[in-house]
């Protein structure tokens, strides 16, 4: 087990708004003061979905690049952009990556049936299919390696693990590997630590692997994932409360509760310079296209 944790930080996500949460960013100024929080706290890494002003969900690359300049300009995180979106042409989900590029792209490495499920309603909240066959995350892939990019890869299920290996037959993926486990999305893995240690088990040899913990079982997977020398996520995307049930003022005060719970393991946050080299990042990725 390695020492040092590196904290990622999903501070946005796609769905949330400010009628759940009041801290959830819209603009790139709240994005970059969000980030400034989390960063101070102990993240290294920060996961971004953009949103327009009015807190509608962004995919236009030129706002990914205002949110990232004003991120890079308050502090020195990495960022991580989201590839995900259902009903979104697939040229149109990477092009914030090729234009702007950040250090990490988050690549689904498989289809799942996406469900939120209500006990008190007896019924779904949502219910889609999300897709991502081969050819799209060779795609994804393809845009990436050309544009520097470190691709991120998302697991729900136990197969998407299993799908590294074509693509590293095909020389489109490339070692060293960096998975993250997202556990508690109905219609994917359960949110328990069995579950988590079955897939780090499975993460080839060298990898780097976190778990995205999805409500509020996410602290009990945090834990599970420092004992077993895992990375961690936390984020008003994932969750918007701290272990004794109070709601987060701010993305920091998740993070901030993530790294106490790393040092009392005994391991302490990575830095950002410390998180590009345990992943692998050797170089900053390519100019943007403003550059």
């Not at 996410?218 to 994932?238: K, M």
């Not at 920091?252 to 310079?273: F, I, N």
Request: hydrophobic share 40%; glycine share 8%; net charge negative.
């Amino acid at each position: 087990m390695r020492d040092k944790v590196i904290i990622t930080d999903a501070i946005s996500g796609v769905l949330a708004n400010r009628n759940q949460c009041e801290a959830i960013p819209y603009t790139p100024a709240e994005f970059a003061a969000e980030a400034k929080r989390s960063y101070d706290a102990g993240a290294a890494v920060i996961h971004i979905h953009a949103r327009e002003d009015d807190g509608s969900p962004s995919f236009r690359p030129e706002r990914y690049g205002e949110i990232q300049d004003a991120i890079r300009a308050a502090c020195p995180v990495l960022t991580n952009f989201s590839t995900g979106a259902i009903g979104i042409p697939i040229e149109q989900r990477v092009a914030h990556i090729t234009d702007y590029p950040p250090e990490i792209g988050a690549l689904n490495m498989g289809s799942l049936t996406y469900a939120k499920y209500s006990a008190k309603r007896k019924a779904f909240v949502f219910d889609m299919v999300f897709a991502n066959p081969f050819k799209d995350i060779v795609y994804l892939l393809e845009r990436m390696n050309a544009s520097g990019v470190k691709p991120e890869l998302e697991c729900f299920d136990t197969g998407h693990v299993a799908s590294v290996e074509p693509l590293l037959d095909m020389g489109v993926l490339k070692t060293p590997l960096d998975f993250s486990f997202i556990l508690g999305v109905v219609g994917g893995l359960k949110a328990t630590a069995d579950h988590l240690a079955f897939q780090a088990r499975n993460v080839p040899a060298g990898s780097t692997w976190k778990v995205i913990g999805i409500s509020r079982e996410q602290w009990r997977l945090i834990a599970g994932a420092l004992s077993l020398g895992g990375d961690v996520r936390v984020g008003l995307e994932d969750n918007f409360y701290l272990p004794n049930g109070e709601m987060a003022r701010s993305n920091g005060d998740l993070v901030a509760k993530a790294a106490q719970m790393a040092r009392d393991c005994g391991r302490e946050p990575a830095t950002p310079d410390e998180a590009r080299e345990l992943l692998g990042i050797a170089h900053s990725p390519a100019p943007s296209k403003d550059a």
